[in-house]
């Protein structure tokens, strides 16, 4: 018996492959499938189903190729309704694979088709839990995002739901099974998921404060306050997830069209294409294309996307470094944005060479900010983490404007205002800034190193609470 999950830093999410003799199994794929192919070749296994716990939201799940290059039927779990050929499994039914069984448990909760997946030894004994995203490390999934596609329903019918499915088909199992979560911390589809990739039962009964003693009305308010409106394209991943997409080799395939400056330049202007620079915030921050909107491939890339260009169908166009083209058009169509219309050749080293003009944002540290607010009273500090951080500690100066909702409560800030602005690090401080001055707002100066590194200079008075995140 071989476990084995393949974790994705960018989404905080775990998929997993269960190898039996010449037999395996992949739970929750990302849309991307050569490396499980792959590793399935390497191992000298069949993959016999691909199983999903459920429609997920936050990616587009790679199902549908996976199972048309492997013939390996994708299996979901009860109430679920997918419109493409799939098994839709009994609760309680079991799956033989190799020497091992895999029994499939309904949970209802997080969305209503969601299910667990109990995997059995040689000898039938239960050794783990997958659990998707109904049982998180820390935390439960939230019950809010199901409610978006079914106006029938309500988060707090949901969360009942979850209570029940906790109690009565999760809970009474042995205390040693390992729980393998679909997300870990950072995933927006649970409020505060441990950094802990997997854990026992026994651990979480003892200190997931959902699994504790409490009325079903305890549990639901437990769950449903403090929930954060969910990103905009979770509601349109779970249809492509539902309905069916484009094959991702073809996406890709597509994307990688090589642009001059001017071709560029004229696509950008016809199009009305988003210039997406996906170079990190202090390259970005020297020479970027006007107008153009940086996320940095190495960040929360995907989520960030996501949660700030509304309309998945929206054309982009990609400045990257270059050699990190395929990436980041692979980490666009994780989460559905198949529309890349190209990149730029040789990206902003050949558009300076062409003669093109460039903008640029100041960048400065702790110590510059502090002599500056010192000389300029008018000006002004944005704090752009996220409401529970700001909350937890922050300067006595500064306002909180989350980069989640930049798209509706930029029009509050004054466009002939000078802004000092600055995130946790830096990288979500650069996106709100290019955001922004796209929108024509000028006066904007990134803090390099953002809230820790201002910490860190003791130049500041910081307000600290005890309010949790």
């Not at 466009?415 to 024509?440: N, P, T, W």
């Amino acid at each position: 018996m071989k476990i084995e999950q393949i974790y994705t830093g960018c989404l905080a999410q775990g998929a997993y492959y269960i190898e039996s003799g010449s037999e395996a199994v992949i739970i929750d794929p990302l849309r991307e499938v050569d490396d499980y192919l792959k590793k399935s070749e390497e191992r000298g296994t069949k993959i016999k189903y691909v199983l999903e716990t459920h429609f997920h939201a936050d990616f587009v799940s790679g199902h549908l190729d996976l199972s048309a290059k492997t013939g390996a039927p994708i299996v979901f779990g009860p109430l679920a309704n997918p419109e493409f050929p799939a098994h839709i499994a009994q609760d309680g039914e079991i799956l033989q694979v190799g020497e091992l069984q895999i029994q499939v448990l309904h949970t209802p909760g997080h969305t209503m088709e969601s299910t667990c997946y109990l995997l059995k030894d040689e000898e039938g004994k239960d050794v783990a839990l997958f659990t998707g995203d109904t049982l998180f490390i820390g935390d439960v999934g939230r019950p809010d995002l199901a409610q978006k596609l079914n106006n029938g329903i309500t988060q707090e019918t949901l969360a009942g739901h979850l209570y029940e499915s906790l109690r009565n088909k999760i809970m009474p199992l042995a205390d040693s099974i390992l729980i393998y979560p679909a997300h870990g911390a950072g995933s927006a589809c649970g409020k505060n998921i441990s950094s802990k990739r997997f854990d026992t039962l026994g651990n979480q009964k003892a200190s997931n404060y959902a699994l504790q003693k409490m009325t079903k009305d305890e549990f639901v308010k437990a769950v449903t306050k403090g929930l954060m409106p969910p990103p905009s394209y979770f509601a349109e991943n779970v249809l492509l997830n539902i309905k069916g997409y484009e094959s991702v080799d073809i996406v890709i395939k597509r994307g990688q069209n090589k642009l001059n400056p001017e071709v560029f330049e004229r696509m950008a202007n016809e199009t009305g294409a988003v210039l997406l620079d996906t170079r990190s915030p202090q390259n970005f921050a020297r020479a970027f294309i006007p107008k153009s909107i940086n996320i940095g491939i190495d960040g929360g890339f995907a989520p960030w996307v996501g949660a700030l260009i509304k309309d998945i169908q929206q054309p982009i166009l990609l400045v990257c470094d270059p050699g990190r083209e395929i990436e980041v058009i692979t980490r666009l169509a994780r989460v559905g944005y198949d529309n890349t219309l190209g990149y730029l050749d040789g990206g902003i080293a050949s558009w300076e060479k062409a003669g093109r003009e460039v903008d640029s944002i100041e960048s400065i540290d702790p110590a510059e900010l502090y002599k500056r607010i010192s000389e300029q009273t008018d000006s002004k500090i944005l704090d752009v983490r996220k409401t529970g951080e700001y909350q937890s500690s922050h300067l006595s100066e500064s306002q909180n404007m989350p980069l989640d909702f930049v798209n509706e409560e930029f029009d509050k800030l004054q466009i002939d205002q000078e802004y000092f602005v600055h995130c946790a690090g830096g990288y979500r401080s650069m996106i709100f800034i290019s955001i922004l001055k796209a929108r024509g707002y000028e006066k904007l100066v990134d803090v390099a190193g953002g809230f820790k590194a201002i910490d860190k200079s003791g130049l500041f008075q910081v307000n600290s609470s005890a309010c949790s995140l």
